[in-house]
């Protein structure tokens, strides 16, 4: 999982428990040219931080070429998205970090290893020090090696290079205006993530199980509420505008936070955004490592 600071190809893969889905990002910033998406049978893909999360490879590979060929283009390198199951995300602050990249890379697999239930030697480590934070506050995603390598594998044998590869909503993030507090929800099957974002630093990240596909705006409140309250105290700044994809019914989470807050709820990826058929809310992955 390279560094954020490398360049990114202007072609994007997600793979999720639902669907895979491309996009070639279009000639102007924050544009898509085209898209393309193939679903896939429940069942097919179990994300997890467990050895094997493919079930059915031969339908995963027809529905990666269906949706990379739909885009076209004669490129092979692409960024590909995995779903945020697979990997953990750490927010860490270090009094000193090393400048050596690979002296900073053991100083944070020696503070993970307390905290991961899988070996971090075994695992992929990508980490990021996030510009103005003092102390340093470093963002790393970690990946079970076992698990990298079978996504990986999947884009090599469909004929492509994973040239960089995110979790789904690392990726998303690069839609958002960081520069003021903004919530971020992520919903895919079995997981919901939220992230919350300030003067381009990431502040919060949480991914819960959510045990469905289904997921409506009035059974995130509780969440969302903790999740506010929670970075309110710590930072002593209030969060006035949420970003969502994946949720069903927007509108109800709206409602629900006009009790409690003044809060403007807006779907993450704009309508402009949306190409072809692909629904918008299968979009933010693959939208979000385009623009970043």
Avoid at 14 to 19: F, L, M, N, T
């Amino acid at each position: 999982m390279p560094s954020n600071n490398i360049p990114r190809p202007r072609l994007a893969c997600e793979i999720s428990a639902e669907r895979v889905v491309a996009a070639r990002a279009g000639n102007s910033a924050g544009s898509l040219e085209t898209t393309g998406s193939a679903s896939l049978r429940e069942g097919s893909l179990a994300p997890g931080l467990q050895p094997t999360n493919v079930t059915a490879r031969a339908e995963l590979l027809s529905a990666l070429g269906d949706a990379l060929t739909a885009v076209g283009g004669r490129g092979r390198d692409l960024c590909l998205v995995i779903p945020d199951a697979t990997t953990r995300v750490m927010l860490m602050d270090f009094e000193s970090l090393p400048e050596s990249p690979q002296e900073a890379d053991a100083v944070v697999r020696f503070r993970l290893k307390k905290s991961l239930p899988f070996d971090v030697e075994q695992a992929a480590v990508s980490f990021d020090r996030q510009a103005g934070a003092n102390p340093v506050r470093v963002v790393a995603a970690v990946t079970p090696r076992s698990v990298l390598e079978e996504y990986e594998s999947l884009v090599r044998d469909a004929g492509y290079n994973p040239g960089a590869v995110l979790p789904s909503m690392i990726a998303a993030l690069g839609l958002v205006d960081a520069s003021r507090p903004t919530m971020v929800i992520k919903v895919e099957r079995g997981t919901t993530t939220f992230a919350i974002v300030d003067q381009g630093q990431l502040l919060l990240y949480r991914a819960l199980e959510s045990g469905g596909s289904s997921v409506t705006g009035e059974s995130l409140v509780e969440d969302v509420n903790t999740s506010l309250v929670y970075f309110e105290d710590r930072y002593a700044v209030g969060v006035d505008r949420v970003l969502v994809t994946g949720v069903q019914s927007v509108q109800g989470l709206q409602e629900a936070l006009n009790a409690t807050a003044n809060i403007r709820v807006e779907e993450l990826v704009s309508s402009s955004m949306a190409t072809g058929n692909v629904p918008r809310s299968a979009l933010a992955g693959v939208a979000g490592a385009l623009a970043a």
